[in-house]
């Protein structure tokens, strides 16, 4: 469940000093949106997980697709973008 794979992982932590995967990468609302794409994608069948939103704010959300963002991972390591809400 998304309890047991991202929230009891991730809630009230403290990223950078709790969660091992932090340790050499930024905590950045987009990286935690990758961290959660990666372990969910390893609990649901192969093409089950089609993308994953985080919403830092009501104005701010972060989505990743591994699709949508394949080109974006050859500039940089793992990308995830922000969509502006108004």
């Known amino acids: 469940s998304v309890e047991e ?3 009891e992982l991730l809630d009230h932590k403290k990223l950078d000093q709790d969660v ?3 340790a050499d990468v930024v905590s950045t609302t987009e990286n935690v949106t990758v961290y959660t794409w990666e372990n969910l ?3 649901l069948p192969a093409g089950a997980l089609y993308k994953v939103k985080v919403y830092e704010s009501k104005q701010n959300v972060i989505v990743y697709n591994e ?3 394949a080109p974006l991972a050859s500039m940089c390591d793992r ?3 922000y969509v ?3």
Request: cysteine-free; aromatic content about 12%.
């Open 41 to 43: 994608q390893k609990h």
């Open 84 to 86: 502006i809400r108004d």
């Open 67 to 69: 699709e949508e963002t």
């Open 20 to 22: 091992a995967y932090f």
């Open 5 to 7: 794979t991202i929230m």
């Open 79 to 81: 990308s995830a973008h």
